[in-house]
């Protein structure tokens, strides 16, 4: 047998392995559930940090960036909290839940009141229970 049959083998054999490794590990159910609960819940964080920055930079006249602060269960809520101006004078908090919108905003420990986000075409807007668009909080 020549080198260059023997390589063809080679090759031919290589890519059987390869094609059955490949064909053999297939996602399960439990990996498919798993990279569905990733990704729902880095939804609800965009959904969060864009409409708690929208209504934050509405009610503290300022522009925000990055939260400091972010707490999660990764699942129905997220809390982020700002530390904003060159001090860290002031602290804006908002409670983002899923299917509710903003349920709660803070400007330096206390309520700013009823928020409304309207997110208009954005993502967030369509979310579920993001009705017309508008996120508000105090049903």
Known sequence: MSELTKLIYAFVGIMIVGFGIVYFSKETEQDKVGQALLMSGNMLNTYARESCTQAGEAKA??????PSESQSDGNSYV?????????????????????????EMTLDGAPVGNVSVDRGADAPSRAAGAANGKHDAGH
Not at 61 to 66: E, I, S, V, W
Not at 79 to 93: I, R
């Open 79 to 103: 809390s982020l909290t700002w530390n904003y101006t060159d001090n860290g004078d002031h602290v804006l908090t908002c409670r983002y839940e899923r299917d509710k919108g903003i349920t």
């Open 61 to 66: 006249g300022t522009h925000l960036y990055m």
